[in-house]
């Protein structure tokens, strides 16, 4: 009898798949109208996903080109920042020379050369401050490496020179002024925290952020301590600070937990906080939230982004949201005519537009070589590293062993031209020239 039910339930069900199939088989009505994907409808707005295909060409008013002597802090604060350097883009080269040791599997070099007074100051990989003459000379070099420590347990640093005294932080958490013509140490700050970022000075204060959490400013005369602010900690941090972008009133810190923090930079007070957060929807190719795009201001705007995903615009004084692109900004945003100018989380050079932050144009740059190894996909990735805007032309070097120059119209590819190396810092222009340094430790001039 049980037998005999289950093969009358086979036999019914049988049947109703039969019909359900027969039903299907009739006309479907097929909707009028647009149809649009999922994915797309979740991430409408200006540079989603949905929109980040290359636009073209747009126009666009670059500003004039101007001479300039000294590159001599991170262009990120107005005072310190041409809009476009004068450079012939011949990339002629001129000299090579060793600033110490290059990267390695336990350091690297992540301090941009500065230029001032004639001299090219750079850190290598082991912490050792070189300065170099324009004709390519070693001046005096010296190692900021604690004498109870060894170089390999810590990396980082950056440089600023106001004043007339070049100022240099540490992996090892100090804040160091030196004298740029003899290499003299004047003063030290200790920070109680590592200091991988450079730090900005302006009208007597050097302001720097330590141990992604604290931002500091500290007189240029003596050291002393004039103000800090505090911010969250994080373990999920990028190594490399950005430096703190300082305009008239306000100086703006970035934190390892995807914090911009505004204080008046004279007495320290807070003006307000914003959340650099969130991930592009889809495909992220990080998970920190890490400011690595340095925060620039420009005008009444802060522009931001991080390795996950996020660029923003926001106000200067307020610090309200203006507007967000789906991708993420490896290095300082560079903006010029309008336009906001960076490298993206993608490897991809990107035009955006500065109002509404929407995509004009996209460039793919080397991301890794491909493995030949079956279980890997890659063997080694590569850093593109920049823009810069100089000589009427986007400026980007690349760890491939390459500087490619592109169109800021329509991003098309105007030059190429060898580093032998690679290059580890972004490329910097004074007095006509653009000066980059290279993985294996080597500073290279180009005219």
Known sequence: MRDLRRNRGAAILAGAALVFMAGCAENENILTGERLGVREILRTGPGSEAESTPRGSAPIALPGQQSVANWAQSPVSPHARVSNAAFSGAFAPQWSTSIGQGNSR???????????????FTLDSASTLQATSLAGGALWSKSLVPLRDDAVAAQGGGMAVGGGRLYVTTGFGTLTAFDPETGAELWQQRLGAEASGAPTYRDGLVYVTSGDETGWAIEAGDGRVRWR???VANIHNIAGAPAPAVGE???????????????????????????????????????????????VIVGDTVYAGNSAGQTVALGLGSGERLWTADMGALHMPWVAGGSVFLVSDRNALVRLDAATGGVIWEVELPGWVPSAQPNRRRDRSFVNYGPILAGNRLIVAS???????????????????EVPGGATSAPIVAGGTLYVVSGNGVLHAFR
Do not use: H, K, M
Not at 258 to 280: D, E, I, P, V, Y
């Open 399 to 417: 760890s491939d062993g390459a500087i490619r120059t592109f169109s800021p119209e329509n991003g098309a590819l105007l030059s190429e031209v």
């Open 249 to 295: 009133d306000l100086a703006i810190f970035s934190y390892g937990d995807g914090t911009l923090q505004a204080a008046f930079r004279q007495g320290g007070l807070r003006r307000w906080n914003a959340t650099l957060s969130g991930r592009r929807g889809g495909r992220a190719i990080d998970r920190a939230n890490d400011v690595t795009g340095d925060p």
């Open 106 to 120: 336990r350091n690297r070099i992540i301090a941009d050369p500065v230029v001032a007074d004639g001299r090219i």
């Open 229 to 231: 602010a505090e911010g």
